[in-house]
């Protein structure tokens, strides 16, 4: 019986030792399944907070003569390739659609000074008839950019 005794708690004792052995051992096998995680993770992404009176769309926009001419709405930002706003594409002419044509203005020649309710235009420093004689934008042709007198500068083409 004691000899019973023995070979139980020895048993006992074997078992033990190889479920701790098992539970260090860093082998795959014995290890319990994880996530990858991947080697080298994504910075964060930065976060910027504009206060809702500092910042509005303006497609759709109205936009105004300084004279207070209707010169339709913008449908369009055009950007360089480094990003930058250098044009608005203004849907001008027409009645409720009909007989408008598109022309591109000057990032520049536009005033954004009241735009802070959907019913706020956009200022443009051209006139009606300035505007009547500006070439239709169409895609993918070269743009003929129209602005103020003097504040056009010449976009580089590496074409």
């Known amino acids: 019986m004691r000899a019973r005794l023995l070979v139980t708690i020895f048993a006992a004792a074997l078992a033990t030792l190889a479920i701790a052995r098992a539970q260090n051992d860093p082998s795959p096998a014995n290890r319990p399944p994880q996530q990858e ?7 964060p992404p930065s976060v910027t ?14 936009v105004r003569s300084a004279a207070n001419e209707d010169m339709g709405r913008i449908v369009d930002v055009i950007v ?4 930058t706003v250098r044009a608005a594409v203004i849907d001008f002419g027409g009645f409720l659609g009909v ?11 536009l005033h954004f000074g009241r735009i802070a309710n959907k019913g706020d235009s956009i200022t443009l420093e051209l006139n ?19 602005g103020a007198a003097g504040s056009l500068s010449p976009w580089e083409d590496d074409h």
């Open 37 to 43: 995680t991947p080697k080298s993770a994504a910075p």
């Open 80 to 83: 360089d390739r480094t990003g």
């Open 49 to 62: 907070v504009i206060g809702a009176r500092d910042a509005h769309g303006i497609l759709g926009r109205d």
């Open 128 to 146: 009606k008839e300035q505007v009547s004689a500006a070439p239709e934008y169409k895609e993918d042709m070269p743009l003929i950019v129209l």
């Open 99 to 109: 007989g408008s044509r598109r022309i591109v203005v000057d990032w520049n020649a």
